[in-house]
């Protein structure tokens, strides 16, 4: 039974770092990169926002998260979670006196909220050959049904015109 979730992935050749010998692994397969523009868009079908101006304030908002865990403060995301400041490769001393800084580096760490967590939480993996059949039988189910078939579409999206999906004038 296939899940509607799942995410594709790739088998690879490595070596395995701790025994130096050859062997295999699954890596995620990535479909694709969405960029802020695409976001934007999305978002701007849903609200009264300008997607040009949705991601004009996107990227405030970013910068100003990266400033505050910058400056060591965590920042709740909502839905996202949190960015916490973190530091990394700190050791352990066995007194106070030989503690030191040298050699670690400091870095944002991000924790899923409770709802990000259970969202992903019965998300599977299929191969990535498997995955594009799946994808690919279903535009061909979809066309045979009649139904407008947009390859940008979310299923759950309503259709709205080009532009804002509220006149203004109105």
Not at 29 to 44: K, M, P, S
Request: glycine share 8%.
């Amino acid at each position: 039974m296939s899940r509607k979730n799942d995410i594709p992935v790739h088998k690879v050749r490595i070596r395995n770092p701790k025994t130096g010998k050859m062997g295999w692994t699954f890596r995620v397969q990535t479909l694709d990169t969405v960029d802020l523009a695409y976001i934007a868009e999305r978002v701007g079908r849903r609200t009264l926002l300008d997607p040009r101006m949705a991601a004009v304030v996107f990227e405030q908002f970013a910068d100003e998260i990266l400033n505050r865990v910058q400056y060591g403060f965590s920042v709740d995301m909502g839905v996202l979670g949190f960015m916490c400041p973190a530091i990394r490769d700190q050791g352990i001393s066995d007194t106070e006196e030989q503690m030191t800084l040298h050699g670690t580096r400091g870095f944002v760490r991000w924790e899923p909220s409770k709802k990000t967590h259970r969202h992903f939480w019965n998300v599977g993996c299929t191969l990535d050959w498997k995955q594009r059949d799946r994808d690919a039988a279903r535009r061909r189910n979809r066309r045979q049904q009649g139904d407008d078939y947009n390859r940008d579409a979310d299923p759950d999206d309503e259709d709205f015109e080009e532009g804002y999906p509220l006149e203004l004038d109105e």
